[in-house]
T-cell receptor, first 113, second 117 residues
Framework: AQSVSQHNHHVILSEAASLELGCNYS??????LFWYVQYPGQHLQLLLK??????LVKGIKGFEAEFIKSKFSFNLRKPSVQWSDTAEYFC???????????FGQGTTLQVKP | DAGVTQSPTHLIKTRGQQVTLRCSPK?????VSWYQQALGQGPQFIFQ???????QRGNFPDRFSGHQFPNYSSELNVNALLLGDSALYLC????????????????FGPGTRLTVL
């Protein structure tokens, strides 16, 4: 069965630290990849997405992610986090010609001021 | 530009009851997907509606059913509620493009928090 694994369940960083959240998926065919963010009290918002082309994609608020096909990974990065980045982050994968998103279980990021 | 809206915000039901949740898609969108998010977990796909028909379904029992109306809004119905149905129910909308469902981007609503006692 297809699955998405987010290795870090809870990450605590100080402001200005660099961030990398891991995401691996299990599917050998064509995939679309997404990172969504859920700020406290708010709904899921799209951070960035990869469909095809340049494997390094840039999203909102200075986030970027790199698709490495050989490693089945789509890690999220930000060079310098801010307190306002405190949120829950979800990696999601869509495989084949379907509308179904498969989500990881999420990573809670806490940024200390 | 109105985003995805869902109603009600919160709902409390007892075991065995039935519940209906509602979703209005983002303006211009024609496809609605429903997800269940249990506490501490990522959302799980229930089903997707397009052109008023269920196009794809996740691993949920028949107690979960849905409907899409001509104006693209959608309902999620859950019969014979169980304690385990307590969760946040998310609606996501998207616009079907010529490339099919694998080329669209889903935008999520705020969810309906269902508590089953």
């Amino acid at each position: 069965a297809q699955s998405v694994s987010q290795h870090n369940h809870h990450v605590i960083l100080s402001e200005a630290a660099s961030l990398e959240l891991g995401c691996n998926y299990s599917y050998g065919g064509t995939v679309n990849l997404f990172w969504y963010v859920q700020y406290p009290g708010q709904h899921l918002q799209l951070l960035l997405k990869y469909f095809s082309g340049d494997p390094l994609v840039k999203g909102i608020k200075g986030f970027e992610a790199e698709f490495i096909k050989s490693k089945f990974s789509f890690n999220l990065r930000k060079p310098s986090v801010q307190w306002s980045d405190t949120a829950e982050y979800f990696c999601a994968v869509r495989s084949g010609n379907t509308g179904k998103l498969i989500f990881g279980q999420g990573t809670t990021l806490q940024v200390k001021p | 530009d109105a985003g995805v809206t869902q109603s009600p915000t919160h709902l409390i039901k007892t075991r065995g009851q039935q519940v209906t949740l509602r979703c209005s898609p983002k303006s211009g969108h024609d496809t609605v997907s429903w997800y269940q998010q249990a506490l501490g977990q990522g959302p799980q796909f229930i089903f997707q509606y397009y052109e008023e028909e269920e196009r794809q379904r996740g691993n949920f029992p028949d107690r979960f059913s849905g409907h899409q109306f001509p104006n693209y809004s959608s309902e999620l119905n859950v019969n014979a509620l169980l304690l385990g149905d307590s969760a946040l129910y998310l609606c996501a909308s998207s616009l079907e493009t010529s490339g099919g469902p694998s080329t669209d981007t889903q935008y999520f609503g705020p969810g309906t928090r269902l508590t089953v006692l």
